[in-house]
């Protein structure tokens, strides 16, 4: 495999200037928590085919721990890119791009072969306290946020590589390469070490004002700075599909593969937020609110994230429920096996809103937006004889709603004005949910023509990147249509104002025990 072995700060545009006919694709490749998938648009941005590959399940050995086999989000994605080539009855020549996606945060981590160490360590993994304690001791906090714009947490890169160091000396010694998810994807496509802005804004290593590695962390910390990849903006072209690449997934080799995003930047992307006063909500396994900024924009307390965009010369505010879709996943498979999620969200809605006074606290994995709190845990208040599994799952979905609000809250207490949220993922399916959310955060709540997201928002990187469009605002105001709206209803505001209130003081009564 071509390799690159120098870290580099880059983010030179090298785009493809080609002009395609009308049959030509362009592939987002997405690397979920539960799958991979796989989405072809055209070249106005249209989704025409999309395919899914399920991972094996999250390890979770101890509390908070959650640890995934990269080699297994290989095979899904080889999975799930033959897949839908053969359900568009294609092949690999004709698609001119690919744009990576992928869950945040997870450190892979390669020897001198290139070989996977050991299972990475995700975005959920939350056993790194310890080293974010030495992290705020050795380098400061002040010096954190002066290096990279943003408090150090246990979801964090950097905190997992510092455990795997105290821990399994012996694994850490053999460290040669540091990764992010997607980007170990974009190893085997390409076998180059790269990555984007928005992604490596998330491991604490990146100089997020100034878009570049921050060796100022790495050389506070003694870390070889030869672990880390090239980094690029996320339309820039970043290697092409090898002819190994090729013979696994059916793609052409030479394709060029653009930086692409996290998940959340694509997302974003996906969903138009590439302009200021556009606000998205995304409920997937974790729930984010996420705001477009023509500059950095800080929370002093760090209640919310500011990363890079997938905008280039741009940034984005960002508001985590560690335990969003996951609440509701968490439920289904511990307490109604085999249930349907529609059966589930119009079984919560028979109850009142209030859930007849029953609160559900999201911290299944710990929380981040607005507590910062590893340790967070989850569960019912106001449980009574009197309350009905229809109330349980109903509580459940306020209880996310509430947290999505807290980070909503403090993006406009920062400085970003709204007027409606544009919401995707799993959760904003459900109109029961869509309406609910609507009622709480107050707000005109929009859904897309189109729902993929984080694939979707790769897709019309690699669009971008090709030359096909000359920038991502360009290619979102070809692409993406609103086709639906919901406005709050006043009786249910009234309720979930008292409600959120009464959410808002549940974790400090309850902190001290935890």
């Known amino acids: 495999m071509k390799r690159t072995e120098e870290p580099m700060n880059r983010t030179t545009e090298e ?3 080609l ?19 796989a989405l072809l648009v055209d070249e106005v941005g249209q989704v025409r085919h999309a395919s899914t590959a399920p991972h094996e399940d999250v390890r979770m050995e101890r509390p908070l721990w959650a640890e995934q086999r990269p080699e297994n989000w290989w095979d899904a994605a080889q999975q799930a890119v033959r897949s839908v080539l053969a359900e568009a009855k294609i092949t690999g020549k004709d698609v001119r791009g690919v744009g990576l996606s992928g869950q945040m945060h997870g450190l892979v981590i390669l020897d001198a072969s290139y070989q996977v160490i050991r299972p990475a360590l ?5 056993r790194s306290q310890p080293q974010v304690d030495w992290i705020n001791h050795t380098v400061g906090k002040d010096a954190v946020l002066r290096y990279t714009a943003n408090p150090v947490l246990t979801g964090f890169t950097l905190p997992k ?24 994807v974009r190893f085997r496509l390409t076998g180059e070490f790269a990555s984007d802005v928005s992604d490596a804004s998330g491991t604490a290593l990146f100089d997020v004002v100034q878009r570049r590695w921050s060796f100022e962390m790495m050389d506070a910390l003694k870390l070889d700075r030869g672990i880390l990849a090239r980094v690029y903006e996320s339309s820039d072209v970043t290697g092409s599909i090898t002819e190994e690449a ?15 995003g996290g998940d959340q930047a694509s997302s974003a992307v996906g969903n138009g937020i590439v302009e200021t006063g ?45 335990g969003a879709g996951l609440s509701l996943q968490w439920f289904r498979n511990q307490l109604a096996p085999g249930t349907d999620y529609n059966a589930l969200t119009a079984e919560a809605a028979t109850a009142p809103a209030g859930s007849q006074g029953l609160y559900w606290l999201p911290y299944l ?35 996310v709603s509430y947290s999505q609000k807290d980070c909503l809250d403090i993006i406009e207490q920062i400085g970003v004005s709204l007027d409606s949220v544009r919401v995707s993922g799993g959760g904003a399916r459900s109109p029961f949910w869509r309406q609910m959310l609507a009622d709480v955060f107050d707000k005109r709540v929009v859904t897309l ?4 997201g984080s694939a979707y928002g790769a897709a019309l990187l690699a669009l971008v990147g090709t030359g096909v469009y000359q920038s991502v605002p360009e290619v979102s105001k070809a692409a993406i249509r609103e086709v639906d709206s919901v406005s709050p209803q006043q009786d249910s505001v009234r309720v979930y104002v008292k409600g959120h209130a009464v959410y808002q003081s549940l974790y400090p009564a309850l902190k001290a025990l935890w």
């Open 161 to 184: 590589l510092l455990w795997v160091r105290d821990n399994e000396p012996r694994n850490f010694e053999r460290v040669k390469k540091m990764l992010l998810p997607k980007d170990y």
């Open 246 to 260: 090729a013979r696994d997934t059916g793609l052409e080799p030479g394709t060029p593969v653009v930086g692409g």
């Open 278 to 322: 556009v606000v998205s909500c995304t409920l997937g396994t974790s729930g984010v609110v996420f705001a477009h900024s023509d500059k950095p924009q800080y929370d002093p307390a760090g209640r919310v994230h500011t990363f890079c965009h997938a905008v280039k010369g741009a940034w984005h505010v960002m508001g985590v429920t560690q």
């Open 449 to 452: 023509q189109t729902q993929e």
């Open 19 to 37: 002009q395609f006919g009308c049959m030509a694709y362009w592939l987002g490749i997405d690397v979920g928590t539960g799958g991979t998938r």
């Open 122 to 126: 995700i975005w959920s993994d939350q």
């Open 365 to 399: 994995m710990g929380e981040r937006t607005p507590h910062l709190d590893a340790s967070a845990r989850g569960g019912w208040i106001g449980l009574t004889a009197k309350h009905k599994r229809a109330d349980l799952i109903r509580s459940l979905l306020e209880g």
């Open 15 to 17: 785009p493809c200037l």
